[in-house]
Structure formats: structure tokens, C-alpha cells
């Protein structure tokens, strides 16, 4: 199958420190985020995929392709650094230009490819400018530009919402979320856990240079039996409905919130759904929303990993 | 056109894209000013010496003796120093340069053989030295005669100067392609490579007093056979010490230094295959 991002068994030591320790993943198209404090190896990971390092041990392949072979492999993986760095004296335009010459597009195209990536990042206003002259954000921009000129079909981007305005975060999320709605590997590093929410078909959560759990967020969440699952129940009398669910056994806490929620934890979720619509029907409440409340990075990042990772 | 035609095109026109960022480089760079210092400090040395013999009218001196004090000026300061310390300075930043600036990655995330990335860079460097030294070679012996006026002109165009000054500028841009793969590997396997390039240095500096066989395992000595004036050292204390060694044909040396620039190449383009992105180091 040549249809994956894979890690292999994959061991990366710098020296005695531990970069990421035998690591197995198979990445879907979407968007996959990966998650954890920084040092958890999460840039180690996107640099074994994209060839910058070597593994120690195991194999990684992206759509088949090793990553010692860049000539095959940046023709359809882009990869938006958290380098910083720039070469010396180079406008925006001129850098996309270039780099875009490097993948053998001749001049117009090259060219039509660099406006086209400035477009979408917003940059055209600032194309002529030096990148040495550009703020934080701009920087970021523009690297997201290199990442997308040459219409990869893999995106690699590390923390590539860093120093982004409001505004522009959530443009790039939008842009992140159409490119996994057309099938592209989105592989997002992040810190920022209500943002990998929004944005992720899937997660790998990253602890020590260990990858804890992988999966879509639900799935994950599920496989943590013992936190119970936190459900948020939006009704009209969250009194009764509180009561009721106490006498089964299937409820640990029930609180009442000041905005009306009713804030549940459950150690069955199967058996905890069925009493609710038991009730409901037998009590007459009318429900105006049932959510879970804890199914979100965050939450199983905390259940998993703890405080220490520090992620936010 | 056949398969292997096309890569070769394809090569040669990310080469092309890499020329244009590195040269720019290589030339326009602010740690290029004492580069230029160091490979036109012969222009200075013998413009200066004509000058000032027209200034005095100090005409004792033949044009022999000052072709003999441009061959030493050549052997003793620009091959040892000047090419010398130019090539260190061009070559050992073409990699090194880039990782200390955190930028090499530009490269390294473009779909370019590591081998073609290596050989352009190194073409670059090539082609920012030769232009540099060859015309700082060519120039500083067209002055250094300046001053005897037609009969410096006679010597070149009517007697061997033209030659010589063809073996000059030969054995300048010889020194670029010798130096400069050599301070390109250094400048891949050491985070300080000044320190490998003063042990060069002084290899190349004390080929002279070594036996022969290891004459042969240096630039300089290759170098040295291919000037059209040789500069007697074995004179004074030292001149015991001094071994002499039959000087290598030119028809020898300008292959042989050709091919130890080709293998420590493809000795680079191995390691170019395997370079990570250290930035940290």
C-alpha cells in the first residue's frame, strides 16, 4: 500500500538524548495532527519524514517514496519549517521564485506558481518587500507559500499557526480543512489544543518521543476507560433530569452549571445513554442538547499524559 | 530523447537555479570584501612597486629580476596565502555558511539530488574564485613590468610573458579547483573547519622539507611544477633541510591535481547524501 505516510518501527537518538523511540504510524490523507509539549518529537517526526534526518533504526515512506530520495519526494510534499531562517536578500516573490525554479518550472510558470501561493497567503501586497523586513507573522506566511507553491499532495507544517494573527489563523485553518476535504496529507505539529481540535481528522499524541495514542479523537477518547466520559446535557428542568440519572448506577457525577448545563461523568457511556432517553421519554423533559464534553485533545492529552506535558 | 538525457537536463537547470542564488552570493556577499582584499593584494603589491619605480625613475632593476620577484610574490604569498585563504573562505562556507545561517534546508527541501546540490554549489565557488584570482594573477603580472614601458611590452607579445602569464592564470584557477574541493569536504565534516585548514596550511607549507612521496600528497607541489619561474629556497640554514624532488611534468600534474579534486568530490557527494539538518550543533 502506497497510499500512507509510514513510520516503521522508527528510532531517532541524537547522540544519548532521545529524539523518538520506536515509533509505528500509518498516516491517512486528512488532516493529522500531532500533538505534545515541546521536546515530545513531534518536529523529529516531520523531519524523518521529509529526509532533513535520518532514523537510527526502522523505515519511514511517504506515499511509498523513502525520504533519502528528495528528487522523488518534494515533488509532492511541501514542508513548512519552524526554521526561521531565510536566505540573505531575497524578497518574497524572489524566494518562491527561486525555489520553485529549483523544482525545474521554467520562468512563466515558476512565476504564475509564485503569485498564485502568495494569493493564498495573502501576500501579494508584500511580495517585492525583503523577507529580512518582514514581521513574525509575514515570515510564517511566506513559508506557508514555499510549503503550497508547487501543489504538494503531503503538506508537512510545523506549528505553522506561530505568530499568526487571529485573522490570518483562521484563514490558514480554513485553508487547512479544505486541502483534507480534497484528500491531501495535512500533517499539522501544534501545541495549541483547541486548534488541533477544530482542524484534525485525526491525532498522534506525542509524550517523551513516545507516540502515546493515534487515531481519530473519538476513537482515542474511548480507549481511556478509566476517565469517565464527561457529557454536557442542555434541558429545561436539569434538577429533575440530575436526580433521576443519580439513582442508576451508571452516573459518578452530576453537576448543575449556572448557565443550566447539566455536566455529567459516566464510566458507561452505552448504558448512560440508554437511561437518558429512558428518562426522557418516561419523565417528559424536553432535551435541547446532548454533547460530550471531554472528547477533545485537551482532554484525552490530560487523561493520557497528565499535567507534565504542559500542553496548553 | 533518451531517459538519461533528460535527467541530465533536469540537472543542469536546477544547477542553473542554484548558480544564480550561490553566485550572488559568492560575490556580492559582505564576507566577500576581504576576499576580494586578499586575491587583489597582488594587483596592489606590483602596481605599487611600478608606480613607484616610475614615480623615482629607479630603472636599475631588469625586467628578469622583477619576473623573478612576481614568481615569488606568486609561489610565497598568493598560492599559499592568498588563493590559499580565499578558497577557505568561499569553499568552506558553502555548506558550513549555510548551516550556521540556518538556510541550507531552502535546498534541501527542493527536489534536487543532494549530488547535484553539491556539484553546483561547488561550481559556484569555483567560478567566484577563478574569476577573482585569475584576474588578480593576469593583472598584478601585467604591472609588475609595467614601468619598463615598450620593452615590457615586447617581452609579452614578442617574447615568452604572454606564456608565462598563461601558466599563471593556468595554475591559479588549478589551485581553486585543488583548494576548493578541499576546503569543501572540510567545510562538511568540521563545525570549525579553521582549525583543519591551519593544518593544511602548514602541510602545504612544509612540503619542501618533506621526502619525497609525500611531496607528491599536496597541492602545492603540483602547483609549483606548473609556474613558468622557479623561485630557488634552498638557500640559507634551512637549505639543508630542503629535499629535492624532480618537479612533476605539466602534462602529469594538471590531470593528476584534476583527479584528486574529482575524488574528494565524489568523497563529498557521499557525505552530501547523508547530511542532516543539525542546526542546533
Same mark, same amino acid.
Given at each position: ?8 518501527? =522508527? ?42 534526518? /535520518? ?45 520553485? /525554479? ?20 495573502? $501576500? ?13 507573522? $509575514? ?63 485525526? =491525532? ?9 495514542? !493515534? ?8 480507549? =481511556? ?44 457511556? !452505552? ?6 432517553? /429512558? ?17 477533545? =485533545? ?15 | ?9 533536469? #540537472?543542469?537547470?536546477?544547477?542553473? *537555479? ?9 560575490? %556580492?556577499?559582505?564576507?566577500? #570584501? ?98 577573482? %584570482? ?25 617574447? &615568452? ?11 591559479? *584557477? ?36 618533506? &621526502? ?15 609556474? &613558468? @619561474? ?8 634551512? +637549505? ?10 605539466? #602534462? ?9 579534486? +574529482?575524488?574528494?568530490?565524489?568523497? *563529498? ?8 539538518? @543539525?542546526?542546533?550543533?
Amino acid at each position: 500500500m502506497n497510499d500512507r505516510i509510514r513510520f516503521d518501527n =522508527v528510532s531517532r537518538f541524537y547522540g544519548d538524548v532521545l529524539g523518538v523511540n520506536r515509533v509505528h504510524l500509518s498516516i491517512p490523507p486528512g488532516v493529522t495532527s500531532l500533538v505534545g509539549p515541546n521536546g515530545s518529537g513531534k518536529t523529529t517526526l516531520m523531519n524523518l519524514m521529509t529526509g532533513l534526518i /535520518r532514523p537510527t533504526r526502522g523505515e519511514v515512506s511517504v506515499l511509498g517514496v523513502p525520504p533519502d530520495r528528495p528528487q522523488e519526494l518534494f515533488r509532492f510534499v511541501g514542508y513548512c519549517t519552524q526554521f526561521d531562517a531565510f536566505p540573505k536578500g531575497l524578497t518574497g516573490y524572489q524566494f518562491l521564485y527561486s525555489y520553485l /525554479r529549483l523544482h525545474d518550472h521554467g520562468h512563466a510558470e515558476a512565476d504564475r506558481l509564485a503569485w498564485e501561493a502568495l494569493d493564498r497567503v495573502s $501576500m501579494r501586497e508584500a511580495a517585492h518587500r525583503r523577507v529580512a523586513a518582514y514581521s513574525k507573522g $509575514m515570515r510564517q506566511r511566506i513559508k506557508l507559500a514555499q510549503a503550497i507553491a508547487h501543489l504538494p499532495r503531503v503538506l508537512v507544517l510545523d506549528e505553522p499557526l506561530n505568530g499568526l494573527d487571529p485573522m490570518a489563523r483562521a484563514e490558514t485553518i480554513a485553508l487547512f480543512q479544505e486541502w483534507g476535504r480534497q484528500g491531501l496529507y495535512v500533517i499539522v505539529s501544534s501545541h495549541i489544543l483547541h486548534e488541533v481540535d477544530r482542524i484534525s481528522d485525526q =491525532v498522534v499524541l506525542l509524550s517523551h518521543g513516545y507516540v502515546v495514542a !493515534e487515531g481519530q479523537i473519538h476513537d482515542v477518547r474511548s480507549e =481511556v476507560k478509566e476517565q469517565p466520559l464527561t457529557v454536557m446535557v442542555r434541558c429545561g428542568e436539569p434538577s429533575l433530569l440530575a436526580s433521576r440519572l443519580f439513582r442508576e448506577n451508571y452516573v459518578v457525577e452530576a453537576r448543575v452549571l449556572e448557565d443550566g448545563g447539566l455536566l455529567i461523568r459516566t464510566r458507561d457511556a !452505552e448504558g448512560f445513554y440508554l437511561l437518558l432517553n /429512558r428518562v426522557v421519554v418516561e419523565d417528559g423533559l424536553e432535551l435541547e442538547s446532548v454533547a460530550p464534553a471531554d472528547e477533545d =485533545v485537551g482532554s484525552v492529552y490530560q487523561y493520557l499524559i497528565g499535567g507534565a506535558g504542559g500542553a496548553a | 530523447m533518451t531517459r538519461g538525457m533528460t535527467q541530465w537536463r533536469l #540537472w543542469m537547470r536546477q544547477c542553473a *537555479a542554484i548558480l544564480r542564488l550561490e553566485l550572488k552570493k559568492n560575490f %556580492f556577499s559582505r564576507r566577500a #570584501w576581504w576576499i576580494y582584499l586578499l586575491a587583489f593584494a597582488p594587483v596592489l603589491l606590483t602596481g605599487g612597486h611600478s608606480l613607484d619605480s616610475m614615480r623615482k625613475g629607479r630603472w636599475g632593476c631588469s625586467i628578469g629580476e622583477d619576473v623573478m620577484i612576481y614568481a615569488g610574490i606568486f609561489q610565497f604569498f598568493y598560492l599559499r596565502l592568498g588563493i590559499y585563504f580565499g578558497c577557505v573562505g568561499i569553499f568552506t562556507n558553502l555548506f558550513r555558511g549555510d548551516l550556521l545561517e540556518k538556510t541550507l534546508h531552502y535546498y534541501l527541501l527542493a527536489p534536487v539530488r543532494r549530488e547535484v546540490l553539491l556539484a553546483s554549489k561547488y561550481v559556484a565557488g569555483l567560478l567566484a574564485s577563478v574569476v577573482m %584570482f585569475t584576474t588578480s594573477a593576469a593583472l598584478a603580472f601585467l604591472l609588475v613590468g609595467y614601468h619598463f614601458g615598450s620593452a615590457w611590452q615586447d617581452f609579452l607579445f614578442r617574447g &615568452p610573458g604572454l606564456g608565462y602569464l598563461g601558466w599563471y592564470a593556468l595554475t591559479a *584557477a588549478l589551485a581553486c579547483v585543488g583548494y576548493g574541493a578541499v576546503f569543501l569536504i572540510l567545510g562538511m565534516i568540521f563545525n570549525n573547519p579553521m582549525i583543519p585548514a591551519a593544518v593544511v596550511m602548514v602541510w602545504e607549507a612544509m612540503n619542501w622539507l618533506l &621526502p619525497s612521496a609525500l611531496k607528491k600528497v599536496s597541492v602545492i607541489f603540483y602547483l609549483k611544477s606548473l609556474c &613558468p @619561474t622557479e623561485v630557488p629556497v634552498d638557500e640559507g640554514p634551512w +637549505a639543508l633541510l630542503a629535499v629535492v624532488t624532480e618537479p612533476t611534468p605539466a #602534462w602529469l600534474a594538471v590531470p593528476g591535481l584534476l583527479v584528486v579534486a +574529482a575524488l574528494i568530490l565524489v568523497w *563529498a557527494a557521499l557525505r552530501a547524501r547523508k547530511l542532516e539538518i @543539525t542546526y542546533s550543533e
